[in-house]
């Protein structure tokens, strides 16, 4: 059954720290691997896209690994500032035509306190 | 700067009544989805169209919800009658379609806040 799971599910840190969040899946054929940012009453941004032959991708302070064979992926966040509290969600493509591909995960709700 | 847009963003409604949600994709985006996010299933898809065509409503409960593309810049969904557990937060995103059936780009709109008493 083609599955993604993320964790931590919620996650507290102080500014200007890391943190990595993880999302393991199990669909298959794989294609490719998305993490979205979503604000509170917004709707989800794309942060990065992974294909299968990558296997780490930055935007500015967000840092996403991909290890295919074990079909983890990770988000690292640096410097971690107020505006990064927000849901990150998983999203992985499956290699089909014609109908849903798509799978998602419930997201881990980041919040960065001062 | 092109964006989805989506009306309304919040609707109150009494159980049993007419909800519809519309959605105006991104110009020149060939597909149309439509999702509901709560706090318990996170994103579920509800529905796809390519080129106006519906392609998968295999998410919709079909007695009671309907989605249509009536033109290339209009998406909606309507939902009759509307019950509680219809209250969630609508979302509708759009894309262009990539050959090999890839519809990972999608871009979301803001949402509709559904509530139904």
């Known amino acids: 059954k083609n599955q993604v799971e993320q964790s931590p599910q919620s996650l507290i840190i102080l500014e200007g720290k890391n943190c990595t969040l993880q999302?393991?899946?199990?669909?298959?054929?794989?294609?490719?691997l998305r993490w979205y940012k979503q604000d509170t009453g917004r709707g989800p941004v794309s942060l990065t896209i992974?294909?299968?032959?990558?296997n780490t991708k930055s935007n500015g302070r967000y840092t996403a690994t991909l290890d295919a064979d074990t079909k983890q992926s990770s988000l690292h966040i640096t410097a971690s500032q107020l505006s990064d509290s927000a849901s990150y969600i998983c999203?992985?493509?499956?290699?089909?035509?014609?109908?849903?591909?798509?799978?998602f995960g419930t997201g881990t709700r980041l919040t960065v306190i001062p | 700067d092109a964006r989805v847009t989506q009306t309304p963003r919040h609707k109150v409604t009494e159980m049993g009544q007419e909800v519809t949600m519309r959605c105006q994709p991104i110009?020149?985006?060939?597909?149309v989805f439509w999702y509901r996010q709560t706090m318990m299933q996170g994103l579920e898809l509800l529905a796809y169209?390519?080129?106006?065509?519906?392609?998968?409503d295999s998410g919709m409960p079909k007695d009671r919800f309907s989605a249509e593309m009536p033109d290339a810049t209009l998406a909606t969904l309507k939902i009759q009658p509307s019950e509680p557990r219809d209250s969630a937060v609508y979302f509708c995103?759009?894309?262009?379609?990539?050959?090999?059936?890839?519809?990972?780009?999608?871009?979301f709109g803001p949402g509709t806040r559904l509530t139904v008493l």
């Open positions: 169209f390519r080129n106006r065509a519906p392609l998968d």
């Open positions: 995103a759009s894309g262009p379609f990539e050959r090999g059936g890839s519809y990972n780009e999608q871009f």
């Open positions: 999302c393991n899946y199990t669909v298959s054929p794989f294609s490719n």
């Open positions: 110009l020149g985006h060939n597909t």
């Open positions: 999203v992985v493509s499956a290699k089909q035509t014609g109908a849903n591909n798509l799978f």
């Open positions: 992974m294909t299968f032959s990558e």
